[in-house]
């Protein structure tokens, strides 16, 4: 078992400009190595989002990575380019609220020739995502400006593709902490989020410990009737 600390960073932009269409936008920067030594990853994500109605919505997407020199690309970044598609839907339960998605992602991240050098071309992958959150308010107004909430968050991700032979189970990464709400369109989440991954070994296995810093905005830019 391998153990790993880290620090991820996040901004989350869903803005609705009809009835009907959106535009969603995300990025990320995670450490590594004692929290905050070394770069792990950046990700950039571009979306266009059609709402079947206020609470379901599609997400078609690009996202780039960019995977900083790590194990077996020890002096090297690896970029990855990924296309996927997402179902969104979020529920009521009196105050509390939820929040599930279901993500395929297609994955072509360039081939690698040794430490020092990438390789020509890309390999292709599959996965799938699953997420659950559950929003907790702890005030009696429930989720309203200048709150808190407490949120759990567990999402489990499933390699598809026939490459990925010892681990179908990608990873599952587990979040609790607390959300301020800002006000009405963003809050910011911070917490502790715990990531199990079953390496391309099968074998082997690595469990990091994450501080999880999010900002979320859901702008609404639709004329007010």
Same mark, same amino acid.
Request: cysteine-free; overall charge positive.
């Given at each position: 078992?391998?153990?790993? $600390?880290?620090?991820?960073?996040?901004?989350?932009?869903?803005? /609705?400009?009809?009835?009907?269409?959106?535009?969603?936008?995300?990025?990320? #920067?995670?450490?590594?190595?004692? #929290?905050?030594?070394?770069?792990?990853?950046?990700?950039? /994500? =571009?979306?266009?989002?059609?709402?079947?109605?206020?609470?379901?919505? #599609?997400?078609?997407?690009?996202?780039?990575?960019?995977?900083?020199? $790590?194990?077996?690309?020890?002096?090297?970044?690896?970029? $990855?380019? /990924?296309?996927?598609?997402?179902?969104?839907?979020?529920?009521?339960?009196?105050?509390?609220?939820?929040?599930?998605?279901? /993500? =395929? $992602? *297609?994955?072509?991240?360039?081939?690698?020739?040794?430490?020092?050098?990438?390789?020509?071309?890309?390999?292709?992958? *599959?996965?799938?995502?699953?997420?659950?959150?559950?929003?907790? +308010?702890?005030? %009696? %107004?429930?989720?309203? +400006?200048?709150?808190?909430?407490?949120?759990?968050?567990?999402? @489990?991700?499933?390699?598809?593709?026939?490459?990925?032979?010892?681990?179908? =189970?990608?990873?599952?990464? #587990?979040?609790?902490?607390?959300?301020?709400?800002?006000?009405?369109?963003?809050?910011?989440?911070?917490?502790?989020?715990?990531?199990?991954?079953?390496?391309?070994?099968?074998?082997?296995?690595?469990?990091?410990?994450? @501080?999880?810093?999010?900002?979320?905005?859901?702008?609404?830019?639709?004329?007010?009737?």
């Amino acid at each position: 078992m391998q153990d790993e $600390e880290q620090l991820w960073l996040g901004y989350f932009n869903q803005t /609705r400009l009809t009835d009907k269409w959106g535009i969603w936008f995300d990025t990320h #920067f995670r450490t590594t190595e004692h #929290f905050i030594k070394e770069p792990s990853k950046f990700l950039g /994500r =571009l979306g266009v989002m059609y709402y079947i109605n206020d609470d379901l919505k #599609f997400t078609n997407a690009y996202n780039f990575v960019n995977h900083f020199p $790590e194990e077996g690309h020890a002096n090297v970044s690896q970029p $990855e380019h /990924r296309i996927w598609h997402q179902l969104q839907l979020h529920t009521k339960y009196g105050k509390v609220r939820t929040m599930q998605w279901i /993500r =395929l $992602e *297609e994955r072509f991240r360039r081939k690698i020739k040794n430490d020092n050098e990438l390789a020509d071309g890309y390999r292709f992958d *599959e996965r799938i995502r699953a997420n659950m959150l559950i929003n907790i +308010p702890l005030s %009696k %107004k429930g989720i309203a +400006p200048k709150t808190f909430s407490a949120i759990l968050n567990d999402e @489990i991700m499933i390699n598809l593709s026939k490459n990925n032979v010892y681990n179908v =189970l990608d990873q599952n990464r #587990f979040f609790v902490g607390l959300s301020y709400n800002i006000d009405s369109h963003s809050n910011f989440q911070f917490g502790y989020m715990n990531v199990y991954q079953q390496l391309a070994a099968g074998n082997k296995f690595r469990n990091t410990n994450s @501080i999880r810093l999010f900002y979320f905005q859901n702008l609404d830019f639709r004329k007010k009737k």
